[in-house]
């Protein structure tokens, strides 16, 4: 089991960035692929980012490529999430995920955070 615990997430104005964090803990992490997804009130959970257990192999949800990006530090622990020039739909309770098969595909993902609110303004 893999316990997910994210951070950053808070009120920023259209056009700025915020980085969101996932720390995880659990057994063989290191072989665990993670990922970033999110929900709004009255929609459904959209996949946002995801990246392999050693970062070779990263997926963006079109919504989000060139200004959203997913890293982990040397150590693959925690991962971050990037965000930059935020627009108002950006807004959403943000999930942190991990893949303990170790592949991105949104269907992939079972070990999920609770979220933390991100609201852009306009």
């Known amino acids: 089991q893999v316990q997910l615990v994210e951070s950053g997430g808070g009120l920023v104005q259209a056009g700025g960035s915020l980085r969101l964090s996932c720390a995880a803990s659990?057994?063989?992490?290191?072989?665990?692929?993670m990922g970033w997804f999110r929900q709004a009130p009255g929609k459904e959970r959209e996949f946002v980012a995801a990246?392999?257990?050693?970062?070779?192999?990263?997926r963006y949800a079109d919504s989000v490529k060139g200004r959203f990006t997913i890293f982990r530090d040397n150590a693959r622990n925690p991962v971050y999430l990037q965000m930059n020039s935020l627009k108002r739909e950006d807004t959403a309770v943000y999930y942190c995920a991990a893949s303990t098969g170790g592949t991105i595909w949104a269907t992939a993902f079972d070990n999920w955070g609770q979220g933390t609110q991100v609201t852009v303004s306009s």
């Open positions: 990246i392999t257990w050693n970062g070779g192999n990263i």
């Open positions: 659990g057994r063989t992490f290191s072989n665990i692929a």
